[in-house]
């Protein structure tokens, strides 16, 4: 095939309709889920101001520094496309007032979030997320409940061998004299880092504890661990989860080197993953976090938080390599095939009265051969076929063919959707 002139862009894919059904199942479950448990659908513009995320997401991320797309726009404000959805769930949740309703406030969206990424297996520029907030609540059983939500959702969508891996990072009062230990150890071996590390080593140091080089996670087996320095607050709150979690009997990992790619982060971290090799490469298919001190960075009050988001084409991928069955739409049960002008028009309306008793039925109007569209109604496995020519327009009547058995019989028009409701129900 002749290469076509314009072409979607790098990292960005069409979902053609033989996928729409992964989405739209995947999408069902994940708000019957978070309605269950609360939750309300929020949608917020996919553009924001560039400072929100400079602010929120941080300054010292990756998405940041090098993955956000940018614009000027005429009035030459700075404009990002959402590169993820926590910034702007809290900025809407004060700009409209919702921390003086009854906390917390619990928040769910959805929809494509873009971060210019070298394109691979799992990792895309424009991608689609199922995004939690749980805002006003600082109680570890939150955080449990969270994990549990994502869990659920991914276990209603039928993965198996889910792990969660899960850590804490501290907070203000402890994370500071972690980051010391952690920066002398490192910097005592900072020449055997890989050149992004060495970055990090002035920027974020705690990133250099889940960079995938192999030299750096040799120099990082070995490295002090931020939960044998959490303070007392932050080694209660994440005993707090773990024993949520032992209770509801969730199988989880403890990783003391994750850390996450995004700056606000408090406390507990998670990521959750199939148990399996190609489950590792695809990467996580569930992260998220508490972060206490964003709220309050983005201008409103001291206000504790946790969320997480969950990428839908990394379960897509998943679903389809495990060859996990999500329901086809199904074919429609009548095939309708006209012959003549007459018999078109009527058709059209026909059409309109199965529409209002909500019965699929497919036609090709397009097509005057008789044969041709039979073909189609065979394809398509109809029940019955509706043939109405110029003879049935005149006398007002409309054959209806068994399919299976082949028997045609002739009924009045008027009656014919009366006749299909009856006969669709036996
Ligand atoms: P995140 O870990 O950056 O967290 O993204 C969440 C999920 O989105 C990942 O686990 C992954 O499945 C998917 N994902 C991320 N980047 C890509 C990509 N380039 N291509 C395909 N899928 C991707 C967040 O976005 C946080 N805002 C989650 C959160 C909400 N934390 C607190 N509240």
């Given at each position: 095939m002749k290469k076509p002139k314009f072409?979607?862009?790098?990292?960005?894919?069409?979902?053609?309709?033989?996928?729409?059904?992964?989405?739209?199942?995947?999408?069902?479950?994940?708000?019957?889920?978070?309605?269950?448990?609360?939750?309300?659908?929020?949608?917020?513009?996919?553009?924001?101001d560039t400072a929100l995320y400079e602010k929120g997401t941080g300054l010292a991320t990756d998405i940041v520094q090098k993955q956000m797309f940018t614009?000027?726009?005429?009035?030459?404000?700075?404009?990002?496309?959402r590169p993820e959805f926590t910034p702007g769930i809290i900025r809407a949740y004060l700009e409209h007032g919702?921390?003086?309703?009854?906390?917390?406030?619990?928040?769910?969206?959805?929809?494509?979030?873009?971060?210019?990424?070298?394109?691979?297996?799992?990792?895309?520029?424009?991608?689609?997320?199922?995004?939690?907030?749980?805002?006003?609540?600082?109680?570890?059983?939150?955080?449990?409940?969270?994990?549990?939500?994502?869990?659920?959702?991914?276990?209603e969508i039928k993965l198996k061998k889910l792990i969660v891996e899960i850590n804490s990072i501290g907070d203000n009062q402890c994370r500071p004299y972690?980051?010391?230990l952690l920066l002398s150890y490192l910097k005592s071996r900072d020449l055997s880092l890989c050149v992004d590390?060495?970055?990090?080593?002035?920027?974020?140091?705690?990133?250099?504890?889940?960079?995938?080089?192999?030299?750096?996670?040799?120099?990082?087996?070995?490295?002090?661990?931020?939960?044998?320095?959490?303070?007392?607050?932050?080694?209660?709150?994440?005993?707090?989860?773990?024993?949520?979690?032992?209770?509801?009997?969730?199988?989880?990992?403890?990783?003391?080197?994750?850390?996450?790619?995004?700056?606000?982060?408090?406390?507990?971290?998670?990521?959750?993953f199939e148990d399996t090799e190609e489950g590792r490469k695809m990467g996580s298919l569930s992260g998220g976090g508490r972060y206490d001190a964003l709220v309050k960075l983005l201008g409103g009050e001291d206000t504790k938080a946790i969320g997480g988001a969950m990428g839908i084409e990394r379960v897509i991928a998943t679903i389809k390599s495990k060859k996990i069955k999500t329901q086809k739409p199904s074919n429609p049960p009548i095939f309708l095939a006209q012959l003549g002008i007459m018999a078109k028009r009527?058709?059209?309306?026909?059409?309109?009265?199965?529409?209002?008793v909500k019965i699929q039925v497919a036609e090709s109007f397009g097509r005057d051969s008789l044969k041709a569209q039979l073909k189609i109604a065979d394809r398509l496995g109809v029940?019955?076929?509706?043939?109405l020519g110029q003879k049935e327009v005149l006398e007002e009547t409309i054959i209806i063919r068994d399919m299976k058995i082949g028997r045609q019989e002739t009924v009045k028009l008027e009656k014919v959707v009366r006749e299909m409701q009856k006969r669709l129900k036996k």
């Open positions: 072409q979607r862009p790098t990292g960005m894919h069409d979902i053609l309709p033989e996928d729409q059904g992964y989405f739209q199942k995947i999408y069902n479950v994940c708000e019957t889920v978070a309605n269950f448990y609360g939750f309300k659908k929020i949608d917020t513009p996919i553009l924001e614009l000027r726009t005429k009035g030459r404000n700075y404009l990002t496309l919702m921390q003086t309703l009854p906390q917390p406030i619990k928040l769910y969206s959805s929809g494509p979030a873009f971060r210019y990424e070298h394109p691979q297996a799992g990792r895309y520029r424009q991608f689609h997320q199922f995004n939690l907030e749980v805002i006003g609540d600082g109680n570890s059983v939150i955080d449990a409940q969270v994990i549990q939500i994502f869990y659920n959702i991914l276990t972690y980051k010391k590390c060495r970055r990090r080593l002035r920027e974020n140091p705690l990133r250099v504890l889940d960079c995938k080089e192999e030299k750096c996670q040799r120099i990082v087996s070995q490295a002090p661990q931020m939960i044998d320095h959490l303070c007392q607050e932050c080694h209660d709150h994440f005993k707090g989860v773990l024993e949520f979690l032992d209770e509801i009997e969730l199988p989880y990992r403890l990783n003391p080197y994750l850390v996450r790619g995004l700056d606000y982060y408090t406390k507990t971290v998670f990521e959750i009527k058709s059209l309306k026909l059409l309109e009265d199965f529409r209002k029940k019955y076929t509706l043939l």
